[in-house]
């Protein structure tokens, strides 16, 4: 049994605490846990009384929404630039391979250096190769192999960022404010995910692929501006912690030690390589299936769309589905997915490409989010860095080596083969998905 208390301490009334937090992990972990599951005035109002958590919190939205904007037209920029859904396959694995290879050290670092540096660093990294991925694409015949290239750095930067930042929400806000953080922080990924694919259509269409990565360059600088403006406490570490090798693969000995979070990366991991490849084929599936080019306002309104609903999803945790069991949700949410993923793959005509989408993206942050609140349920916040690091890897790293095979497969076959195997492993997850605690499914066997 791990040690579930943390070093005392208290938190300063801007949401600077001077030490690490006084509490114990299971508070953090009610925090997060009612965070996702409570979506109200109060708590929100609460946490954005705190100026730490305000300064940061408009800074990432502003970053995140940049990131969004270059990813999407990314892709887009890359099928038009090839036509070929092997290479589209490729730029997914360049921006988001990176978390598989450098998720763990991201996770090391989070829990071994100053945070804020961390992510300053890597914030000047990803911008300095934004303006590198602006430069080839202004070209009249940008280098294929330079694209990829700076693609990947920028994904490099961005992976070894994730778990950092995940890990700094804790220090920004007193305890009592943390679940009206963490809502708002979920709230900010979808915001962005909606407000960047329609900003990128937009420019895209209007002026070009190069002036949105310039675009997104600038954009960082609202993150780095954010983090020299905080203060966050010291990292103690025990004399008895792992170093090394050892401390960055810590995250790994959690998950197997732990029945329930092996599990939850287990799904999270067969998730996001057979159902998630949708995502990174999404040019191919809007020109061959509902036929709206790649480059065009209706594609960044179709992406949007999908947005909007992945907003709905996770905030339907925090209201709808509150007070029901989150291992049930899981399950329905996948079973959502399973049913309009197929739609989607099936239909053929534009006009009910956005409303199947629209729910499909409810249903896929409906499951995401409860399954990663369940997770944070059950972690010890001294190693949260180095799992939360694992996650990242499973459901943001698969998602590119998914999509190199998507590509194959969509090359020699249809694009629709790929997103009819992706509905039928999320069905199969439906029952594979049980993260109820090992006594309570022995309970639940022996009275059935």
Do not use: C
């Amino acid at each position: 049994m791990l040690d579930r208390r943390l070093p005392p301490d208290d938190a300063s009334g801007d949401g600077a605490p001077e030490h690490q937090p006084g509490y114990t992990a299971e508070d953090v972990e009610d925090a997060l846990v009612d965070g996702d599951r409570t979506v109200t005035g109060s708590p929100i109002r609460s946490a954005l009384r705190n100026r730490q958590f305000r300064i940061v919190y408009v800074g990432s939205i502003l970053s995140n929404t940049g990131n969004w904007m270059q990813n999407v037209v990314m892709a887009a920029f890359a099928y038009n630039l090839t036509g070929s859904a092997g290479y589209v396959g490729l730029v997914t694995f360049a921006q988001l391979g990176p978390q598989l290879l450098f998720s763990l050290v991201g996770g090391a670092l989070a829990d071994t250096f100053d945070r804020r540096k961390v992510i300053v660093v890597m914030a000047v990294w990803q911008m300095a190769f934004s303006v590198v991925l602006a430069v080839l694409a202004g070209r009249d015949d940008p280098s294929r192999v330079g694209l990829l290239i700076a693609v990947f750095l920028v994904g490099s930067g961005h992976a070894l960022q994730n778990p950092t930042f995940a890990s700094l929400l804790p220090n920004l806000v007193p305890r009592r404010d943390l679940s009206g953080a963490i809502a708002l922080n979920s709230a900010n990924m979808n915001v962005s995910r909606i407000i960047g694919p329609a900003i990128g259509g937009l420019l895209y269409a209007g002026v070009g692929a190069q002036w949105v990565f310039l675009l997104n360059a600038v954009t960082y600088v609202f993150i780095i501006v954010a983090m020299l403006r905080i203060r966050v406490p010291r990292l103690h570490r025990g004399s008895d912690e792992a170093t090394g090798l050892r401390r960055v693969l810590e995250g790994f000995a959690v998950v197997r030690r732990d029945p329930v979070i092996r599990r939850a990366v287990a799904t999270v991991t067969l998730f996001s390589f057979f159902s998630l490849t949708f995502l990174t084929q999404m040019p191919v599936i809007a020109e061959e299936n509902f036929a709206i080019p790649a480059k065009s306002t209706a594609y960044g309104v179709l992406y949007a769309v999908f947005g909007v609903g992945a907003l709905a999803g996770a905030l339907s945790i925090g209201s709808v589905f509150a007070n029901r069991p989150m291992e049930r949700v899981l399950r329905w949410s996948l079973a959502g997915f399973a049913v309009f993923l197929a739609a989607y793959g099936l239909v053929r005509a534009a006009p009910l490409a956005y409303p199947i989408g629209l729910v499909l993206g409810f249903f896929y942050f409906a499951a995401v989010t409860s399954l990663s609140t369940l997770l944070q349920h059950r972690l010890d916040d001294r190693v949260r860095g180095r799992v939360l690091a694992v996650w990242m890897m499973a459901f943001g790293g698969t998602v590119p080596i998914g999509g190199l095979v998507a590509g194959w497969v969509v090359e020699r076959t249809d694009v629709t083969v790929i997103v009819m195997v992706g509905a039928v492993v999320a069905a199969f997850l439906v029952w594979f998905a049980d993260l109820r605690d090992p006594a309570d499914r022995e309970r639940a066997t022996a009275l059935s």
